[in-house]
């Protein structure tokens, strides 16, 4: 009995810091990533977001060369003991318009358009649940957000990096010129969030 009980202590204390503070990780794209990264960082049991491409098949994807058939994503890094995945998928749905099908706001183009990309078959369940629900609210209108397979993600240059903190004008300027907070808050009224 006490062998057992010694054993079992000496499993907690190997497993236990592994579940304590885990981070799991996330990716989205909803065109231009210095808005989607703003709407995530911050946020209760978010760490940390980077911005960058995904789902396209070119290597070392930048801004400034080719990054073609990949979208303009983010990679949201958060313990989903704080927060979790559908949380997530609550929150990334309210700071895009699923109905564009062109691209997201005045950003149009094939790396603008908005995607879910999930890593696991739950998180791929939870994506495809929440799809059906934004489908339903908005039927008859199409919804065009994809949901694709994770693959490999591949951060923008640094100075696309938390934008927004670093160039507070320009983004603002940028974002209401983009039409962004205005266009959500006609989709999602005040449920929508702003930044």
């Keep these: ?27 989205f794209a909803g065109g231009c990533f210095w808005c989607m990264e703003a709407a995530f960082q911050g946020r209760e049991g978010v760490s940390d977001v980077v911005s ?30 704080v927060t979790s995945y559908r949380q997530l998928l609550d929150l990334y749905w309210l700071n895009i318009d699923p109905l564009d099908a062109a691209g997201q706001f005045c950003d149009k183009g094939p790396s603008y358009r908005s995607a879910i990309f999930p890593a696991t078959p739950e998180e791929r369940r939870l994506a495809q649940d929440s799809l059906e629900a934004v489908a339903t609210r908005f039927a008859p209108d199409k919804v065009y957000t994809q949901v694709r397979s994770a693959g490999a993600f ?36 005040s449920a929508a969030t702003r930044h």
């Design 1 to 27: 009995m006490v062998a057992r009980s010694l054993a079992a202590v000496l499993l907690w204390l190997v497993l236990a810091p592994a579940a304590v503070g885990a981070t799991a990780t996330a990716m």
């Design 154 to 189: 591949w951060p923008v240059e640094e100075y696309h990096q938390d934008y927004y903190l670093k160039n507070p004008v320009r983004y603002k300027y940028y974002r209401w010129n983009c039409g962004r907070d205005q266009r959500l808050q006609q989709l999602w009224g």
């Design 52 to 81: 960058g491409f995904t789902g396209g098949t070119r290597p070392n994807p930048t801004y400034q060369g080719d990054h073609s058939g990949h979208f303009e994503a983010i990679r949201v890094s958060y313990d989903p003991q």
